[in-house]
Protein backbone atom coordinates (compact mmCIF):
# COMPACT_ATOMS: atom_id res chain seq x y z
CA UNK A 1 0.00 0.00 0.00
CA UNK A 2 1.48 2.89 -1.06
CA UNK A 3 0.67 6.55 0.92
CA UNK A 4 0.60 10.35 -0.06
CA UNK A 5 3.05 12.58 2.40
CA UNK A 6 4.59 15.82 1.99
CA UNK A 7 7.54 15.98 -0.25
CA UNK A 8 8.19 19.56 -0.40
CA UNK A 9 7.13 22.88 0.69
CA UNK A 10 8.03 26.49 -0.19
CA UNK A 11 5.97 28.32 2.95
CA UNK A 12 4.76 31.61 2.20
CA UNK A 13 5.99 33.24 -0.99
CA UNK A 14 3.94 36.32 -2.40
CA UNK A 15 2.04 36.58 -5.74
CA UNK A 16 3.75 38.83 -8.23
CA UNK A 17 1.54 38.16 -11.10
CA UNK A 18 -1.93 36.99 -11.83
CA UNK A 19 -2.32 35.93 -15.71
CA UNK A 20 -5.61 34.72 -16.29
CA UNK A 21 -4.72 34.68 -20.56
CA UNK A 22 -2.25 32.19 -20.15
CA UNK A 23 -1.97 28.53 -20.19
CA UNK A 24 -2.79 27.52 -16.73
CA UNK A 25 -0.33 26.68 -13.86
CA UNK A 26 1.66 28.40 -11.66
CA UNK A 27 5.04 29.94 -12.76
CA UNK A 28 7.88 29.95 -10.25
CA UNK A 29 11.58 31.57 -9.69
CA UNK A 30 13.73 28.52 -10.52
CA UNK A 31 15.95 29.27 -7.46
CA UNK A 32 12.74 28.19 -5.24
CA UNK A 33 12.09 25.29 -7.19
CA UNK A 34 15.81 23.86 -6.84
CA UNK A 35 15.69 24.35 -3.33
CA UNK A 36 12.09 23.02 -2.54
CA UNK A 37 13.04 20.03 -4.67
CA UNK A 38 10.06 20.70 -7.14
CA UNK A 39 10.36 20.05 -10.98
CA UNK A 40 9.00 21.62 -13.85
CA UNK A 41 5.39 20.09 -14.69
CA UNK A 42 5.16 18.39 -11.45
CA UNK A 43 1.72 18.89 -9.30
CA UNK A 44 1.55 21.26 -6.63
CA UNK A 45 -1.42 22.61 -4.07
CA UNK A 46 -1.63 25.86 -3.47
CA UNK A 47 -2.93 26.90 -0.34
CA UNK A 48 -3.99 31.19 -0.21
CA UNK A 49 -3.41 32.57 3.49
CA UNK A 50 -5.52 35.79 2.03
CA UNK A 51 -8.24 34.17 1.28
CA UNK A 52 -8.48 30.56 1.74
CA UNK A 53 -8.52 29.40 -1.34
CA UNK A 54 -7.05 25.85 -2.76
CA UNK A 55 -6.10 24.69 -5.71
CA UNK A 56 -3.89 21.96 -7.38
CA UNK A 57 -2.34 22.78 -11.13
CA UNK A 58 1.67 22.00 -12.66
CA UNK A 59 4.37 24.06 -12.00
CA UNK A 60 6.38 25.83 -14.99
CA UNK A 61 9.66 27.54 -14.10
CA UNK A 62 9.92 31.14 -13.24
CA UNK A 63 13.37 33.23 -14.31
CA UNK A 64 16.10 32.11 -12.21
CA UNK A 65 16.96 34.71 -9.35
CA UNK A 66 13.58 36.74 -10.21
CA UNK A 67 11.63 36.11 -7.40
CA UNK A 68 8.50 35.67 -9.20
CA UNK A 69 5.11 33.93 -8.42
CA UNK A 70 2.82 33.97 -11.00
CA UNK A 71 -0.31 32.66 -10.88
CA UNK A 72 -2.22 32.25 -14.40
CA UNK A 73 -5.11 30.66 -16.15
CA UNK A 74 -8.31 30.13 -14.37
CA UNK A 75 -6.62 30.02 -11.11
CA UNK A 76 -5.68 33.41 -11.36
CA UNK A 77 -8.94 34.65 -10.43
CA UNK A 78 -8.01 33.10 -7.01
CA UNK A 79 -5.48 35.26 -6.28
CA UNK A 80 -4.12 38.69 -6.01
CA UNK A 81 -0.70 40.20 -6.47
CA UNK A 82 0.78 40.88 -3.04
CA UNK A 83 -1.11 37.39 -1.79
CA UNK A 84 0.34 34.81 0.71
CA UNK A 85 0.90 31.18 -0.86
CA UNK A 86 1.70 27.82 0.49
CA UNK A 87 3.18 25.88 -2.23
CA UNK A 88 3.54 21.82 -1.41
CA UNK A 89 3.92 18.83 -3.54
CA UNK A 90 3.62 15.03 -2.33
CA UNK A 91 4.94 12.11 -2.92
CA UNK A 92 3.62 8.17 -2.98
CA UNK A 93 5.56 5.55 -0.73
CA UNK A 94 5.51 2.68 1.39
CA UNK A 95 4.36 3.55 5.03
CA UNK A 96 7.89 2.18 6.18
CA UNK A 97 9.62 4.79 3.56
CA UNK A 98 7.42 7.76 4.55
CA UNK A 99 7.66 7.52 8.32
CA UNK A 100 11.61 7.66 7.53
CA UNK A 101 11.37 10.43 5.63
CA UNK A 102 12.23 14.04 5.70
CA UNK A 103 10.33 16.91 2.96
CA UNK A 104 12.08 19.66 2.12
CA UNK A 105 10.63 22.71 3.41
CA UNK A 106 12.11 26.10 2.31
CA UNK A 107 11.19 29.74 4.25
CA UNK A 108 11.76 32.68 1.57
CA UNK A 109 11.88 36.10 2.57
CA UNK A 110 8.31 36.88 1.57
CA UNK A 111 8.35 40.51 0.50
CA UNK A 112 11.11 39.42 -2.65
CA UNK A 113 10.46 35.80 -2.42
CA UNK A 114 14.19 35.11 -2.83
CA UNK A 115 15.93 32.56 -0.27
CA UNK A 116 16.99 33.59 3.00
Known amino acids: MLIE ?4 KIHRV ?3 EANLNY ?12 AADIIENEKVQVVNINN ?18 SMNGA ?3 KVQVGDILLIMSYAAMEPPEAR ?10 TKTNRLI
Open 52 to 69: GERLETYVIKGERGSGII
Open 5 to 8: VLKS
Open 100 to 109: KFKPKIIFPD
Open 75 to 77: AAR
Open 14 to 16: SVT
Open 23 to 34: IGSIGIDEDLMD
